[in-house]
Structure formats: structure tokens, C-alpha cells
Nanobody, 115 residues
Framework: QVQLVESGGALVQAGGSLTLSCAASRSLLTINSMGWCRQAPGKERELVGFITSRGSTNYVDSGEDRFTVSRDNAKNTVYLQMNSLKPEDTAVYYC?????????WGQGTQVTVSS
């Protein structure tokens, strides 16, 4: 098992930047991948991007050019850097620890982008 705590959500203006953090209760090196997902009101949860235990990153189309996932193994923390934010980025952002047969989620952090 692993506990995840996200932080950093805020109200920002369109065009601004924000960095979210996700602190894990165990070493990131013992977790296959760490991902960021988001869920907007009335929509399904969608993957934004993830980073593997080896440091490889992958993004879905909605965040590929503006979002960056990184990690600090010493702090057991994963980050989501978001630039050029748009109102449609408004959502609750969740961190996930992904294993081969199961995943664990944090409680989420709210990001609101005003136009």
C-alpha cells in the first residue's frame, strides 16, 4: 500500500502557471509509475501524464505541450508543472501510484483557472 497527499492547487488566471506536488508514503523507486489525472465537473477522470520508476515520462494530448511531470526520489515526491493554463484545465487533480495489479489514489487538489 501507499498513501498519497497532493498539494498546490489554487485559483489562477488563464495563462498562468502552477506546480502541484504529490508526497508518497514509500520510496518512489518501489512504485512502477506515478501518474497525474484530473476530473472536471461532469466529466470522467482522465490521465494527464505519468513518470515511470526509471524516470521516463509520457503525456496525453491535452497536456503534452504544457504539462511536465517530474520526481524527487529523495523526497518521495512527484510534481506536475502546468504552464499556460486554460479555463478548461479547471479540475480536481489526482496523483496515482500505479502497480502491475492495482493503483492507489490521493484525495485530490482543486485547480481553478479563471478567464
Amino acid at each position: 500500500q501507499v498513501q498519497l497527499v497532493e498539494s498546490g492547487g489554487a485559483l489562477v488566471q488563464a495563462g498562468g502557471s502552477l506546480t502541484l506536488s504529490c508526497a508518497a508514503s514509500r520510496s518512489l523507486l518501489t512504485i512502477n509509475s506515478m501518474g497525474w489525472c484530473r476530473q472536471a465537473p461532469g466529466k470522467e477522470r482522465e490521465l494527464v501524464g505519468f513518470i515511470t520508476s526509471r524516470g521516463s515520462t509520457n503525456y496525453v494530448d491535452s497536456g503534452e505541450d504544457r504539462f511536465t511531470v517530474s520526481r524527487d526520489n529523495a523526497k518521495n515526491t512527484v510534481y506536475l508543472q502546468m504552464n499556460s493554463l486554460k479555463p478548461e484545465d479547471t479540475a480536481v487533480y489526482y496523483c496515482a501510484a500505479i502497480f502491475s495489479t492495482e493503483s492507489y489514489w490521493g484525495q485530490g487538489t482543486q485547480v481553478t483557472v479563471s478567464s
